[in-house]
Every structure is written in C-alpha cells, then in structure tokens.
C-alpha cells in the first residue's frame, strides 16, 4: 500500500538526500571523478535544487511517499494559479517500473479532475519518466532544449 505524508524537515531530509543522491547516481556512474568530487557535486546540485524549488513553488506542498510505512520516495506540487504543478516526483530505484508513479500521478490526476485544473510539469530531455508522462495523457506543450514541458488536462464536466 502506497500512501503519502507531509514532509518533516528534521526527520526526512536525510532521506531527501539519499533519494537525490540515488536519482543522479547512474548519470554520474561514468564521468570518472573522485567521490569526494563527486559528493561537492552533488551537494551544490542539491542545495540549488532546494533553492529554485522555493523560489519558483514558494506554496509547494511536498509529501514523503511511503511503501509499507517506509519512505520509498517525494512528491512536490505547487497548486497556486490556474494549474497544478507537479514540480517533483522522485522514487527510490528499487521501487522505480512498479506502478507507484503511476498510481501517485492517477491520484493527481483525480484531484485536478475535481477542481477542473490542468496538470503541468517540466521533464529532463532523455529522462524514461518522459514515456509515463505520455501513457498517463501528458501531451507536449513546449521544449526549451533541456526540458520539456508537459500538460495533463481534466475532462471538461457536463
């Protein structure tokens, strides 16, 4: 059973570290740096990723996802606007292909349905979530070369 919960600093971010440390661990499997180059990295990614998250999604709802009371993985949404963002959805890999983004994304998607919002969110070019995004009826609606940005959009009520 797959469920979330709201994020608590103290007590999940050294999850929220492990979870980004895993989701680049195969891009950076071939560069040929040092670990500890490698950790420099991966700190000053992090600490940016956090910044630009806030900047851009002051109003972020971020969730801890949970498999059996175990963190498995985040999901952070931004419903400020006309849409609803879905900023970031990250699995740890052993649960990566096993329908849990799936599942997260239907339940998004039954929430914007209700409240008649489109889903939007930006993806990595080359990045494999990109073909779930398409199953679940994301469509393109621009590309600015590094990511792509996707709608999904609620069935219009009679």
């Known amino acids: ?25 195969e891009e950076m499997a071939n560069w040929g740096w040092s670990e500890s180059d490698k950790l420099a990295f ?17 109003a972020q709802n971020h969730q801890i996802i ?41 339940d998004l998607q039954k929430e914007a349905q209700s409240f008649q919002l489109p889903i939007r969110l930006h993806v990595l070019q080359g990045n494999p979530a990109f073909r779930l995004y398409e199953r679940l009826h994301f469509i393109v609606t621009d590309s600015t070369g590094l990511y792509i940005q996707m709608e999904w959009q609620p069935v219009p009520q009679k």
């Open 42 to 58: 991966l700190q000053s990614q992090y600490a940016m990723q956090q910044q630009s998250y806030q900047m851009q999604f002051p």
């Open 1 to 25: 059973m797959v469920h979330t919960r709201p994020f608590e600093h103290e007590q999940d971010e050294a999850f929220i570290w492990e979870l980004y440390c895993s989701t680049r661990t």
């Open 66 to 106: 949970l498999r059996s009371g175990q963190p498995i993985g985040r999901l952070i949404t931004d419903a400020r606007g006309d849409a609803l963002h879905l900023v970031d959805l990250s699995l740890l890999p052993a649960y990566r292909g096993q329908g849990v983004g799936s599942s997260i994304i239907g």
